[in-house]
Every structure is written in C-alpha cells, then in structure tokens.
C-alpha cells in the first residue's frame, strides 16, 4: 500500500529550467508539488554551456531567429510554435535578469556570442556554466517568493501516471524507500530526453527518458523519436562509456575550426559554413574523417579563436588542463556524442498533450519548435517559454484531482544490468549513421532483452520507439541519416507512435 497520498493543484515532474519555469508561474495561482529526480541541482539545464538564444541586438530581429530555427528544423519545425519561441522568449530572459540570473557583460552591456546556424550574435552566455547559473538564479528565487504554494520533493522519482475516466490525476512516487501517490489537477512533465539510450552521450545517468515513457503507457501521443542531435564536440578521453564532457559550440563560435589526426581542416569540405553548419552536418562529417584516416577522434584547433579561452571558457580550458592539454597550443581531441532529442511527448503550444491533464514541456516535450534538427541554444529558450505556458494552461483548466481510494504501491523488482546492452545496440546501430538492415538487428536485440527497474524499462522502451520511428522514416532528414536512403524526402512529415494503436 501507498505511505503517504498528497493533494495538489499543479503536480510538476522534473526541475530543470522547464520545470523551474512552470512551478514559478503555477506558484502564483496555485498549490505546487514539484517533484525531482535527484537534487535539484542536477538536470540537463545544469549541462548546458553555450547559452541562451534570444534577440537582444538592434541589429537583430525575431523574424531573423524565426528563420534560423526553421532552416536548422530542416522543414519540419512547427510554424506557429516557432513564432511563440523568438517572440516570448525576449520577456522570459527579461525575467531571467530581474531574478538575478547574470550573463556576461562587457562595457557596452551584455555579450552576445555567436553559434553555429545563427546569422546574428545572440547568445547570451555565463562563461561556460550558462545552464548551471540559470538554474541557480530559478531555483533561489522560486524558493523565496513562492514558498507557501511549493511543496520541492527532491531524490523522488515517478513510477507510474494515474489515471481516471481518460484523465491523468497525479502519479506514484518513491522516495527514500517508500511509495506515495500525489493527486492533481493538472500535472506537468519536464522530464528531460532520452539520450542516455546511446552508449556515449552528454547527459547524467539518471535521466531515462522517465517523462516519455510514462507518457506512451498512460496513452500520450508521443512523436518523431527517431531524431536525436549529436553534438559535434564532446571531449574523446579513450571513449568511457558514460557522460562525456562537452565541448561547447560556441568555441567555434569564436573562430576555432576541426582538424583531422593529419591536421588538415576539414569542415569547408563539407559545407558553405564550414564549423559553422548545423550539428548533424559537423557530426555527419567528423564520422566520415574518422573513417578516412581510420582514427577515433578529430582535433579542435583553440588556437585560430581571437578570444581569451581562459576567461571565456572556464570549466573548458580546467577540463583540459586536468588532461593535460594545453588549449593556447595544443589541438584537442573530439568525437560526436549524443546530446539532445527531439522527439518526446507531442504538445500544442500551451504543452497539452493527447491525455487531458497531463501538460509537457521542454526536452521531453515536442512542442514542433527544433524540427528534425535544434538550432543551438534554442533548448533553454524553449524551456523557458513552453514551461511558463504549460503553467499558464494548468492553472487555466480546473480538472478535479482524483480519489485516494484503490491506489495501490508499484511492485519494484531488483536491476538485471541491461543498461549497458541497450547504449552498445543503439550506439552501434542506431546511432549518428543508419540504415536498414542495422534497424532491423537493433529491433531484434532490444526485444530479447530483459528490464526489471524503472530506469531499464523507461530506457528500453524509448530506445524501441526510437529505432521504431527510424525504421519508418525512410528519408535522411536533419538528424537521422540512412545511408540505404540519403535523401530528403519530398513531403514533411511527423511520425507518431501511441499505446492504443502501435505495441512495442
């Protein structure tokens, strides 16, 4: 049986910067119970480099960022979606700054940097801890102006979405050992992706892809699964399998520029704006000078970057230095890592999904702003503005919250240690180069394979939808890439999986 049943407005799962951004504006009608996989401080947010992307320049425009997003979301973004992004996203930052989240500035005011696919300077940044210092400023100020309306549970993870009558109700939780349910009137996932499916990928252990999962067994439409960014830099440190260190995009930003092992530049090969071009072209043609020169890493030059790498980049240039490498004259070695999904829980632009009463945002949400392909530094931006909205829309809907009575514990059975087989399957055959017959080997291994705790049933089953979703998708667009059928096909199209219609 259940310890404990709590009872609340808005039922918010997961505090990154899209969950931050929901409880903040829920807090202000409403009981909030915001529950956290680990410490609150851990999230993807806290990983995030680069910056935030958002029109600050005179110079600049929303219809300029509107157009950039499109031409990196290689014709699938959402239109409307979009427009919401650039416009909203200029007040959400304003509100950043008014909690006393600091950006970097200079004489003139803030400092924007400049990123791949973006045709203007607008990346506002913290040094290289951009995500870690939005966290901080949310969270301190989520907790001391809305501490009467916020229950924050952290090291508490979801198990299961409760249903009544079709309508989500809350969820069942463990913490520390025992069971408690958490009955809503709404409740909000902000989960974060699934990348941890791929053996090497930039994101922490922990996230599973729980949000998504959860979404597909209570019935959500979940859509386009199978595009997934690899981000072109992560650090090559003899391939641990893990988490790897990123290298941030904005390092070429600045002027630095790929190298292969025979230390030629390589990128204005490839495309009109060489180490510039979007991710799936960087990464697409790191892999194909790998195999050229049959090594396992490329080189990034720090050296062509008119910048003091020290001050700009922090905790780049320590990494580095801990590897004893040297970024004023040494190259650094680099592979692709898988970095951001896509895909997740579908959503109209207030974060409805196909379930009434459960609202997603940010990663694990697809809310139709990336496309088949991010354009960088869009992800804080996008948690930002769909997380408020999917506030704005919880506190709008006044469902009832469901009844204590017939909920019962999740039975919990001990890890069998799969994980591990499910990253090499899906790093091998389903990974930054694809094609059919290693979709079909990757299908067949994931159904033989054994799961007995959430996180590899919750892996699992996002790894299936993934492959799934690839295999359908005969074209190459954006992100997924099949070399047995290379070229975009002639109609933009999303792919959708949900539990009533399609088993996996």
Request: glycine residues 10%; aromatic residues 6%.
């Given at each position: 049986?259940?310890?404990?049943?709590?009872f609340?407005?808005?039922?918010?799962?997961?505090?990154?910067?899209?969950?931050?951004?929901?409880?903040?504006?829920?807090?202000?009608?409403?009981?909030?119970?915001?529950?956290?996989?680990?410490?609150?401080?851990?999230?993807?947010?806290q990983?995030?480099?680069?910056?935030?992307?958002?029109?600050?320049?005179?110079?600049?425009?929303?219809?300029?960022?509107?157009?950039?997003?499109?031409?990196?979301?290689?014709g699938?973004?959402?239109?409307?979606?979009?427009?919401?992004?650039?416009?909203?996203?200029?007040?959400?930052?304003?509100?950043?700054?008014?909690?006393g989240?600091?950006?970097?500035?200079?004489?003139?005011?803030?400092?924007?940097?400049?990123?791949?696919?973006?045709?203007?300077?607008?990346?506002?940044?913290?040094?290289?801890?951009?995500?870690?210092?939005?966290?901080?400023?949310?969270?301190?100020?989520?907790?001391?102006?809305?501490?009467?309306?916020?229950?924050?549970?952290?090291?508490?993870?979801?198990?299961?979405?409760?249903?009544?009558?079709?309508?989500?109700?809350?969820?069942i939780?463990?913490?520390?050992?025992?069971?408690?349910?958490?009955?809503?009137?709404?409740?909000?996932?902000?989960?974060?992706?699934?990348?941890q499916?791929?053996?090497?990928?930039?994101?922490f252990a922990?996230?599973?892809?729980?949000?998504?999962?959860?979404?597909?067994?209570?019935?959500?439409?979940?859509?386009?699964?199978?595009?997934?960014?690899?981000?072109?830099?992560?650090?090559?440190?003899?391939?641990?399998?893990?988490?790897?260190?990123l290298?941030?995009?904005?390092?070429?930003?600045?002027?630095?520029?790929?190298?292969?092992v025979?230390?030629?530049?390589?990128?204005?090969?490839?495309?009109?704006?060489?180490?510039?071009?979007?991710?799936?072209?960087?990464?697409?043609?790191?892999?194909?000078?790998?195999?050229?020169?049959?090594?396992?890493?490329?080189?990034?030059?720090?050296?062509?970057?008119?910048?003091?790498i020290?001050?700009?980049?922090?905790?780049i240039?320590?990494?580095?230095?801990?590897?004893?490498i040297?970024?004023?004259?040494?190259?650094?070695?680099?592979?692709?890592?898988?970095?951001?999904?896509?895909?997740?829980?579908?959503?109209?632009?207030?974060?409805?999904?196909?379930?009434?009463?459960?609202?997603?945002?940010?990663?694990?949400?697809?809310?139709?702003?990336?496309?088949?392909?991010?354009?960088?530094?869009?992800?804080?931006?996008?948690?930002?503005?769909?997380?408020?909205?999917?506030?704005?829309?919880?506190?709008?809907?006044?469902?009832?919250?469901?009844?204590?009575?017939?909920?019962?514990?999740?039975?919990?059975?001990?890890?069998?240690?799969?994980?591990?087989?499910?990253?090499?399957?899906?790093?091998?055959?389903?990974?930054?180069?694809?094609?059919?017959?290693?979709?079909?080997?990757?299908?067949?291994?994931l159904?033989?394979?054994?799961?007995?705790?959430?996180?590899?049933?919750?892996?699992?089953?996002?790894?299936?939808l993934?492959?799934?979703?690839?295999w359908?998708?005969?074209?190459?667009r954006?992100?997924?890439?099949?070399?047995?059928?290379?070229?975009?096909?002639w109609?933009a199209?999303?792919s959708?999986?949900?539990?009533?219609?399609?088993?996996?």
């Amino acid at each position: 049986m259940l310890d404990e049943v709590y009872f609340t407005d808005v039922l918010i799962v997961g505090a990154g910067v899209a969950g931050l951004s929901a409880a903040i504006e829920a807090a202000k009608g409403g009981k909030v119970f915001l529950a956290h996989k680990g410490d609150p401080n851990i999230s993807s947010t806290q990983l995030a480099q680069g910056g935030v992307a958002v029109v600050m320049d005179k110079t600049d425009s929303p219809v300029f960022h509107y157009r950039d997003t499109l031409y990196a979301g290689a014709g699938l973004c959402t239109q409307k979606a979009v427009k919401v992004l650039v416009a909203e996203g200029i007040p959400r930052v304003r509100e950043l700054l008014e909690m006393g989240v600091v950006f970097d500035r200079d004489d003139s005011g803030l400092i924007l940097g400049q990123e791949a696919a973006h045709s203007h300077r607008r990346i506002l940044h913290a040094g290289d801890t951009t995500g870690a210092e939005v966290e901080r400023g949310m969270l301190a100020y989520l907790q001391k102006n809305n501490g009467d309306n916020l229950t924050l549970s952290p090291a508490t993870q979801c198990l299961e979405l409760l249903l009544e009558r079709g309508r989500c109700v809350g969820g069942i939780f463990l913490r520390d050992g025992r069971q408690f349910a958490v009955l809503a009137r709404n409740t909000v996932l902000a989960t974060g992706g699934y990348v941890q499916v791929f053996k090497y990928n930039t994101n922490f252990a922990d996230l599973c892809g729980d949000g998504i999962a959860l979404a597909y067994r209570a019935g959500a439409r979940i859509r386009d699964m199978e595009f997934v960014q690899f981000h072109p830099t992560s650090l090559y440190e003899t391939r641990p399998q893990g988490s790897q260190f990123l290298i941030s995009e904005a390092v070429r930003g600045e002027g630095a520029v790929l190298r292969n092992v025979r230390r030629r530049r390589f990128m204005p090969d490839y495309h009109a704006h060489a180490e510039l071009a979007p991710r799936d072209v960087v990464s697409r043609a790191i892999v194909a000078e790998m195999r050229k020169t049959n090594a396992d890493h490329v080189l990034l030059d720090f050296t062509t970057a008119a910048i003091d790498i020290p001050a700009r980049f922090p905790s780049i240039y320590r990494q580095c230095q801990d590897l004893r490498i040297n970024v004023a004259k040494d190259l650094v070695p680099v592979v692709p890592a898988a970095h951001y999904s896509m895909g997740g829980i579908a959503t109209d632009i207030f974060g409805r999904t196909s379930v009434p009463g459960l609202l997603a945002c940010g990663e694990c949400a697809s809310t139709g702003v990336h496309g088949a392909n991010r354009l960088a530094s869009n992800s804080l931006l996008e948690g930002l503005v769909f997380g408020r909205r999917a506030a704005v829309a919880a506190l709008r809907d006044k469902g009832r919250g469901g009844a204590a009575a017939g909920k019962h514990a999740v039975p919990l059975r001990k890890p069998v240690g799969n994980r591990a087989a499910i990253q090499e399957i899906m790093w091998r055959q389903a990974g930054i180069i694809r094609d059919g017959a290693g979709l079909k080997t990757a299908w067949q291994k994931l159904q033989n394979l054994p799961t007995s705790s959430p996180d590899e049933d919750n892996l699992l089953l996002c790894a299936k939808l993934c492959v799934s979703g690839a295999w359908r998708r005969r074209e190459s667009r954006g992100s997924h890439y099949r070399v047995d059928y290379p070229r975009r096909g002639w109609l933009a199209r999303h792919s959708d999986s949900h539990l009533p219609n399609r088993k996996i």
